[in-house]
């Protein structure tokens, strides 16, 4: 049986970070399927959920900041990352 894991990303098109069609574009390519939206205030903040199959030895993603908020691994990383 496959096996998932789950990213929560939140959303604040009002502060501009919105995820624009590049970001998801990238989620996708590393493996990141958007499975649901969830928003808030209005539709101005909210929060995307994303899943991807899980790996034979499961590990999240560790940012190279090592910032827990950081996106690194999910394919927006914070500006400590940033290549």
Do not use: H
């Not at 789950?6 to 990141?32: F, H, P, Q």
């Amino acid at each position: 049986m496959q096996k998932w894991e789950y990213v929560a990303e939140r959303i604040d098109l009002g502060s501009g970070l919105a995820m624009t069609r590049l970001d998801l574009n990238e989620c996708g390519k590393a493996g990141w399927e958007l499975v649901a939206m969830i928003a808030y205030q209005g539709g101005l903040t909210g929060t995307a959920i994303f899943k991807r199959p899980l790996a034979e030895t499961p590990a999240l993603d560790t940012p190279t900041c090592g910032d827990t908020d950081c996106a690194q691994g999910f394919g927006m990383p914070c500006e400590a990352c940033a290549p």
